[in-house]
T-cell receptor
């Protein structure tokens, strides 16, 4: 079964600074990869997804992610974070139609 | 995107009672729904896969008699926590998948906070 690893448990970033969240996946011929965001006490919202094609994926809220097969990575980036970006972020991989989630990265935004 | 509605958002129940959580796909048909459990500061753990008109498939370690899942229609799946105990207190999230041109995408409910006292 495929799996994902999020190496960073917690990241603190200043408002206006850039943000990068790391995600590594286990080998799979054609991984379907996702990034979700979760605000406290809420469900998950899809930021972006990669199925095939262009390896740079644009998502909502100004986020993008780049699929790099050579590094087995699908890192999430945002050029300039806003205070509202403080949340929990989950990387996920499709596992035979079921999603397997990474441990999550908590993002704190300081003024 | 598609909307998945989960009800209730939070519930407090007494130990020994049963609690039912509903998950509805509002604007699409979901042949498959998924139930997750999330402990504080942790990731989502898949509990079971719910297929319309058939028995749910439970993940290893999940008690099927404890967590009853029913998927009676293409828009509704329910999770019933039977004889709830304080250790069942958790955040439960459902999701439903829709197929778009051969690709799949999952949409999540807003979650249900269960507290057993």
């Amino acid at each position: 079964a495929q799996s994902v690893t999020q190496p960073d448990i917690h990241i603190t970033v200043s408002e206006g600074a850039s943000l990068e969240l790391r995600c590594n996946y286990s080998y799979g011929a054609t991984p379907y990869l996702f990034w979700y965001v979760q605000s406290p006490g809420q469900g998950l919202q899809l930021l972006l997804k990669y199925f095939s094609g262009d390896t740079l994926v644009q998502g909502i809220k100004g986020f993008e992610a780049e699929f790099k097969r050579s590094q087995s990575s699908f890192n999430l980036r945002k050029p300039s974070v806003h205070w509202s970006d403080a949340a929990e972020y989950f990387c996920a991989v499709d596992n035979d139609y079921k999603l397997s989630f990474g441990a999550g990265t908590t993002v704190t935004v300081r003024a | 995107g598609a909307v998945v509605s989960q009800h209730p958002s939070w519930v407090i129940c007494k130990s020994g009672t049963s609690v039912k959580i509903e998950c509805r796909s509002l604007d699409f048909q979901a042949t498959t729904m998924f139930w997750y459990r999330q402990f504080p500061k942790q990731s989502l753990m898949l509990m079971a896969t719910s297929n319309e008109g058939s028995k749910a498939t439970y993940e290893q370690g999940v008690e099927k008699d404890k967590f009853l899942i029913n998927h009676a229609s293409l828009t509704l799946s329910t999770l019933t926590v039977t004889s709830a105990h304080p250790e069942d207190s958790s955040f439960y999230i459902c999701s439903a998948r829709t197929t778009e041109q051969g690709n799949t995408e999952a949409f999540f409910g807003q979650g249900t906070r269960l507290t057993v006292v």
